[in-house]
């Protein structure tokens, strides 16, 4: 089973060069993503591997604010997620402007986290001894600072050495290979934490308004009829700033730290209000990483409904989210706790379906009927031939196509193939990848 990566957030004031440092760590591997509706091209998130450790690197930037008052509380928020989120935190600040009194109130509320802080002082652009301003920078509190220059690069070597020595002991993460994993994502509001409260039959810890107050993100293990589960919650950051678009960065951020984690995905939306772009964002993210997915109508008790209303519903979400078609939907809620074994029996079906390993034989059983019903393209007389097919991985199901012409392979025949085969082995729920090897590719 593959674990779960440690997660090092980079947090700093404006203009500390946060971003450079970030390209500088994950050494430009930048995803780019396809079009899958509403996935975030923010580059917030990184891979990046340093004496045989991987980890996930999250930039926590992108705060232009207008005032001062607002760099802080957007700062508090930064180290918020950051203490929540992250294995390891990084904080960067600037041999330039020397320490501000940002950074002392940032390093205070990181040094109450107890959570492993490493201090970068970036713009060190000169080789040899730091400059004398280097050593005020012992007055944070945070132990020997690293000079580094990230537009350099000197320095990031003894910078990623500290991270990696403070990343939690590998085989930590292990967990019990039967526990299902389960992230529930969504907007602020839609019913996160009202799910959890009610599925584990107590209040949880809410966040609190007050400015600076914490919570780490609990992870709630529920064990019933149906087996055992882990709930990942990535409730939280409701409130209301000037900065908007960096309070739905955050919750993307989340989101996504959430998904890493899961095997399933419960998209939840507000019965009330509908399907909203910020949906199809968070659902995009969930298809992308190729994770098991559960489409759920949350507050669906308090919605005004006939006979007809739900099946109207259901067609408008299957036009919004035709690009995740294989999810199932389900209309529950989490205050009477209406439809929550059909949510469970449709979780473990999920959770099945995204790890299901099928045999060489019969997938290729399946390729000649569905080769003999429909006939493969031609182009300039030239017809597709598909010679074999071999599931390669799970979570996601993968499998290679090995053919005479890649080219030949149109994406609609691609389809009606994943189509026979979601329908001959029942792989609800859970996306399908297709590799196109021509024969003679290694």
């Not at 259901?314 to 074994?341: C, H, W």
Request: aromatic share 6%.
């Amino acid at each position: 089973m593959e674990l779960s990566k440690p997660v090092v957030a980079i947090v700093g004031r404006p203009n500390v060069g946060k971003s450079t440092l970030f390209n500088k760590l994950i050494g430009q591997r930048l995803s780019i993503v396809d079009d899958t509706p509403g996935v975030t091209r923010d580059r917030i998130y990184g891979e990046c591997e340093w004496d045989g450790r991987k980890f996930t690197i999250v930039d926590t930037g992108g705060i232009e604010p207008e005032s001062k008052d607002i760099i802080l509380s957007q700062m508090r928020l930064q180290a918020e997620l950051a203490i929540e989120a992250a294995d390891v935190i990084v904080l960067v600040s600037d041999i330039r402007t020397g320490v501000v009194a940002t950074d002392s109130e940032i390093a205070d509320m990181l040094i109450k986290s107890g959570r492993p802080v490493i201090l970068c002082v970036n713009k060190c652009d000169q080789i040899g001894n730091p400059p004398a301003e280097f050593y005020e920078f012992y007055n944070l509190g945070l132990g020997d600072p690293v000079p580094v220059s990230s537009v350099h690069g000197h320095g990031t070597g003894d910078l990623l050495d500290l991270i990696v020595n403070n990343l939690p002991a590998e085989g930590n993460e292990e967990e019990e290979n039967d526990v299902i994993k389960v992230a529930i994502i969504g907007k602020p509001n839609v019913g996160k934490s009202s799910l959890i409260n009610k599925i584990s039959g107590e209040q949880r810890c809410i966040v609190s308004d007050i400015a600076g107050t914490t919570r780490d993100a609990i992870d709630t293990k529920i064990e019933n009829g149906y087996g055992h589960f882990t709930f990942i919650d990535t409730a939280g950051l409701r409130r209301k700033s000037k900065v908007d678009d960096n309070i739905e960065r955050y919750s993307i951020i989340r989101a996504q730290l959430a998904i890493d984690r899961a095997d399933v995905c419960v998209i939840m939306i507000d019965g009330t209000v509908g399907f909203t772009d910020q949906d199809s964002k968070v659902a995009g993210l969930a298809h992308e990483a190729g994770k098991g997915c559960v489409i759920v109508v949350n507050k669906w008790d308090i919605v005004e409904k006939d006979d007809h209303t739900m099946i109207e519903y259901r067609k408008i979400l299957e036009k919004n989210f035709a690009f995740m078609s294989y999810a199932p939907i389900v209309f529950i809620s989490a205050k009477t706790g209406q439809k929550l074994d059909r949510l469970f029996e449709l979780i473990k079906h999920v959770a099945n379906s995204n790890s299901m390993r099928i045999a060489t034989g019969m997938l290729n059983d399946v390729l000649a009927q569905a080769v003999a019903r429909v006939q493969p393209p031609t182009d300039k007389g030239r017809r597709l031939k598909i010679y074999y097919i071999t599931q390669a991985t799970v979570k996601p199901p993968t499998f290679v196509c090995f053919v005479n012409s890649a080219q030949l392979f149109h994406f609609s025949y691609q389809r009606y193939l994943e189509n026979r085969i979601r329908e001959t082995f029942g792989l609800e729920g859970t996306p399908i990848r297709f590799i196109v090897r021509e024969r003679g590719d290694k």
